[in-house]
């Protein structure tokens, strides 16, 4: 029996280190209440021994279940310290002596596994590893275009098409589709391919490097987009807008100015948006009556053209410059951005260098003081293929004069060379103190708030001009 009703008669008769053993456990047997006296196991019944301190026959067992864990059912009933044997005596992957020899999950045959999700399920062998089953099946995978069987469906590159037939891009010939080191599928043509017949991209609307793409990476033409370009959706002239309008637009000093544009050229002043019919201010102040000088809203609209090879438009007040860049959807450059497009990346005195060189900007020091054709003067650039910042015109900015509101900054000294205080301009005199200094300092790449520099906004003199600025969105 299961119980204490005769613990005291069991304790009685076990050894001491056994009576420690099983009360550590929590578990005592107990005497047969039916057996006789008995010297030996072999005068008690089958499943019964002879319990040697009350000479009865008794059980504690009749499983080894029975019994605490580290001990097992003898044949006699005796739950006695050992192994016992369990899952029928056939080794498990469970970290048991399942057969009792000695050895834990030994000879543990492999069985099969597998592995499932969304996108398939993998079958593989499942071995018993540091006592715990391990399965060798891979994880399902979306397919990839890499000759293996991602999601084990017993097919490989499925719906990549490697293969077939594909047509070249651009100038690109045809190719046969095949798998790409990104786990997609390209064709043969492209680069790094295995029938790669393409050239080095260029500013063409093709894809010259059979990549896929069109006029990636490649140096803008500094080409207006006119004619059917300027609304036909491209990026002609590769310069990182769309059917821009007024002429040529740069990009300069990204790291300071990034999405921000300059005309290449100062602008001529253009009777209708795509810079075609009369260009304005060549020979005089002969713009229309209705596009006034002044404030007073216009009744006529012109157009900013900066187009290479034109003779910039002259006679433009603050509001005339301005206006016309707003026409184009453009505006008038800042301060700060007029000096860096003349300074460039480095920070340079004049657009060509930080050394004064007479003759390679078109300003009126010691010059014959004509008007040059825009981009004429190929030196007087800080490399970024903006041009004539310095001579040519003088060129308008937004901000005022902050020492006189009323005045507006203009910058780079005219292919005529004067000298202004607040406006008012004089001929420069060779033989005058200062004038030389003056002029330079006037036609540097540092537009600053400084009196010669800085007009009435309504002010039109011949050698007035600007250009535009753009921010793309």
Not at 203 to 223: A, R
Request: hydrophobic share 25%; proline share 7%; aromatic share 8%.
């Amino acid at each position: 029996m299961r119980g204490n009703g005769n613990r005291g008669k069991y304790l009685a008769r076990v050894g001491t280190a056994a009576v420690i053993a099983l009360l550590a456990t929590g578990w005592v047997g107990c005497a047969s209440s039916s057996s006789g006296g008995c010297q030996t196991d072999t005068d008690c019944p089958s499943g019964r021994y002879c319990a040697v301190l009350s000479g009865q026959c008794a059980f504690d067992c009749v499983y080894s279940s029975d019994c605490p864990a580290g001990y097992r059912c003898t044949g006699r009933g005796k739950c006695e310290p050992g192994c016992s044997i369990t899952h029928g005596g056939i080794e498990d992957c469970d970290n048991v002596d399942n057969d009792c020899d000695g050895q834990t999950d030994e000879d543990v045959p492999p069985r099969d596994c597998e592995k499932k999700n969304s996108y398939g399920t993998c079958r593989g062998q499942e071995a018993c590893l540091d006592h715990a089953w391990v399965c060798d099946a891979p994880v399902p995978e979306q397919e990839r275009c890499d000759g293996a069987d991602n999601d084990c469906d017993s097919q490989t590159d499925e719906g990549f098409e490697v293969g077939q037939v594909c047509p070249g891009a651009g100038g690109c010939p045809d190719g046969l589709l095949e798998c790409a080191p990104d786990g997609g599928a390209r064709c043969s043509t492209f680069p790094g391919g295995s029938d790669d017949r393409s050239g080095p991209e260029v500013c063409n609307g093709l894809d010259d490097d059979c990549d896929g793409g069109t006029d990636e990476e490649v140096e803008p033409t500094h080409l207006p987009e006119s004619g059917a370009q300027a609304n036909d959706g491209l990026d002609n002239n590769c310069n990182g807008l769309v059917d821009e309008r007024g002429g040529v637009l740069v990009q300069f000093n990204p790291s300071f100015f990034p999405g921000t544009y300059m005309t290449a050229y100062e602008i001529g002043v253009f009777e209708n948006p795509d810079c075609t019919g009369r260009q304005y201010g060549l020979t005089g102040d002969d713009y229309p009556a209705g596009w006034p000088a002044g404030p007073e809203n216009p009744s006529v609209t012109l157009y900013a053209c900066a187009l290479p090879g034109i003779y910039p438009s002259g006679h433009l007040s603050w509001y005339r410059a301005q206006r016309a860049c707003a026409a184009q959807g453009l505006r008038l450059c800042v301060q700060a951005e007029w000096n860096s497009a003349c300074q460039g990346n480095d920070a340079r005195l004049y657009p060509y260098g930080s050394q004064y060189f007479a003759n390679w900007c078109n300003e009126g020091w010691g010059s014959s003081g004509t008007l040059a054709p825009n981009g004429e003067f190929e030196k007087c650039t800080a490399g970024n293929h903006i041009f004539d910042m310095v001579g040519n015109m003088a060129e308008w900015v937004q901000e005022y004069f902050t020492e006189a509101p009323a005045y507006r900054l203009v910058g780079g000294a005219p292919h005529v060379c004067s000298i202004c205080e607040s406006g008012n301009c004089r001929d420069c005199d060779p033989n005058r103190p200062n004038d030389e200094d003056r002029f330079k300092d006037w036609g540097s790449c540092l537009l600053r708030n400084k009196d010669n520099m800085a007009f009435l906004p309504e002010q039109t003199i011949s050698w007035l001009g600007g250009r535009c600025c753009y921010n793309k969105p």
